[in-house]
């Protein structure tokens, strides 16, 4: 149950400390239009400004990522120590479901404002 839980925290940090540099380094022009890193939906692979302008519409939608993170950290740790059982686990799976969907949603604003650009 431990090794899922750190595993799963492990996930919960890692997620926002490689999604939102990247997508910072793409909005700022630093991460150049690429077949490997980045939001890459058709539309913000249409132009260099369709990816930078995705990207820098991407990034307010994930910055909560990083709070995601610290509270499920903190949360799960905790209820781990004092509940015990799933209790652990279960908030390091919400907060790791949670950045998820936020990576997800800002993949879908990203494209949505591409798309307004064109390419």
Do not use: Y
């Not at 890692?14 to 700022?28: F, G, H, I, K, N």
Request: charge should be positive; charged fraction near 10%; aromatic fraction near 4%.
């Amino acid at each position: 149950m431990i090794v899922g839980m750190v595993g799963m925290l492990g996930g919960t940090v890692l997620l926002p400390a490689v999604t939102l540099p990247l997508t910072r380094q793409a909005a700022d022009g630093r991460l150049a239009l690429n077949h490997t890193a980045g939001i890459r939906t058709r539309a913000t692979k249409s132009s260099d400004e369709a990816w930078r302008v995705g990207h820098a519409a991407a990034l307010p939608v994930l910055a909560p990522a990083v709070p995601v993170a610290v509270v499920s950290v903190v949360l799960a740790v905790a209820l781990q120590v004092l509940a015990g059982g799933m209790w652990g686990f279960a908030v390091a799976a919400t907060g790791f479901v949670a950045e998820t969907l936020l990576i997800l949603r800002s993949a879908w604003v990203a494209d949505r404002a591409a798309r307004l650009v064109g390419g």
